[in-house]
């Protein structure tokens, strides 16, 4: 039988996992046992802030897991000692499948803010796993390596139907580098939202923020991770929320930004 995960409108915060193998610090889905292909996971509008741990994925570890969909959801200030600041997805649990695994993952209109991991990937680590990604920010994420993203393929031999892992910009992206596949690179002028004392945290962009009205209407979900409709102003914009058009006390500062897409 097929198992279908929903996690919607929850909030991980202030979670640490010591020590445990294969535990993200706040959210784990392993499908160990029949690594066939069958279990999907879909992540709505969550919040994953100041989660941590040891290993792999500072707020989510999506392992052998053959379909995942993370869209409208904050990830901020999130740490791994090891790899994936923020989230890790292997696609390598084929290992034993009689058919071919078609997995479909695809992280849209997320936000990825102050993650850090020591290892690769300060906001997201691919293993063995094709992912579709756009409209997403991904900025001001450190790790040792300085890369936003990695993507990586260990050829086995009972990887049978493993044969790439990559990111793939179906639509725009902005990030900090180029590892995110991001349309633009710059500073999307991020400013923390939310009530602390609810733990409904976010960071949403603010007047001047390129990632106002360049997302994809064609991928953009319905509402962003708070309830408001999108898209605002006929375009959809970047990141887990619509932007609200705060301005900065300085306006007259405006953003820079490259597009390499």
Do not use: W
């Not at 063995?128 to 991904?138: E, P």
């Not at 960071?203 to 953009?220: K, L, Q, R």
């Amino acid at each position: 039988s097929k198992s279908n995960l929903f996690y919607k409108n929850t909030t991980y915060a202030v979670t640490n996992n010591i020590n445990q193998l294969h535990n993200a610090g706040a959210l784990t889905v392993i499908d160990e046992v029949q690594r066939r292909g069958k279990t999907s996971a879909v992540i709505d509008s969550d919040t994953y802030y100041k989660n941590s741990t040891y290993d792999h994925g500072g707020a989510i570890n999506m392992y052998f897991v053959a379909s995942v969909k993370i869209m409208n959801t904050s990830f901020i200030e999130n740490e791994s000692a090891n790899i994936a600041g923020a989230l890790y997805i292997t696609n390598e649990g084929v290992s034993h499948m009689a058919e071919p695994l078609y997995a479909e993952n695809k992280i849209i209109n997320n936000t990825f803010y102050k993650n850090s991991a020591v290892n690769e990937g300060n906001s997201i680590y691919a293993l063995n796993s094709d992912i579709d990604i756009y409209n997403n920010i991904i900025y001001g994420n450190t790790s040792n390596t300085t890369s936003d993203c990695f993507v990586e393929l260990i050829p086995e031999p009972y990887n049978l139907y493993v044969t790439t892992s990559s990111l793939n910009p179906t639509g725009p992206n902005i990030s900090f580098d180029s590892s995110c596949m991001g349309s633009m690179i710059g500073d999307p002028r991020l400013q923390m939202g939310g009530d602390n004392s609810s733990m409904s945290i976010f960071a949403e962009p603010t007047v001047y923020s390129p990632a106002i009205d360049n997302g994809d209407n064609t991928n953009c979900p319905s509402r962003d991770q708070i309830g408001n409709n999108r898209p605002l102003n006929g375009h959809c914009d970047l990141g887990a929320i619509e932007g609200t058009g705060v301005d900065y006390t300085d306006e007259n500062i405006q953003p820079t930004f490259e597009s390499n897409f």
